[in-house]
């Protein structure tokens, strides 16, 4: 088993996946203007999903092969990234540092112990 793949790994993945779309709302939630507030707050994690949904890797292992808009790996790295350090960010900048901080090395600690996947998803 690739150690991308292990269990505690997959579940701290999808926790930090969900956490990113919190953080993207909470960021949104934030903003000051009283309407954009609730556009931003739902739009913000809304796109992040779709983009996450829709650009994969063709055969990606992780996402039973289906890619419905088929990008190279660099693409999706940077993608993901984005996104989960965008949600981290936005903890940070709703006023929850420590939340935003420990997500970012959490997101750290799972692709250091994703590299076997990294260098699969490089290598697309």
């Not at 969900?18 to 934030?30: E, N, R, V």
Request: glycine residues 10%.
């Amino acid at each position: 088993m690739m150690m991308g793949s292990a269990w505690w790994n997959l579940t701290l993945r999808f926790l930090l996946e969900l956490s990113a779309l919190l953080g993207l709302g909470m960021a949104g939630w934030s903003f000051p203007a009283e309407f954009w507030r609730w556009i931003f707050a739902v739009a913000l994690p809304l796109v992040a999903a779709v983009l996450w949904g829709t650009f994969a890797v063709l055969n990606d292992p992780s996402r039973s092969g289906r890619a419905p808009v088929p990008v190279p790996g660099a693409v999706r790295l940077v993608l993901e990234l984005i996104i989960l350090f965008g949600g981290a960010i936005g903890f940070y900048l709703a006023g929850h540092a420590a939340a935003g901080i420990v997500m970012a090395l959490l997101i750290a600690l799972s692709y250091a112990f994703s590299l076997d996947r990294l260098g699969w998803l490089l290598r697309q």
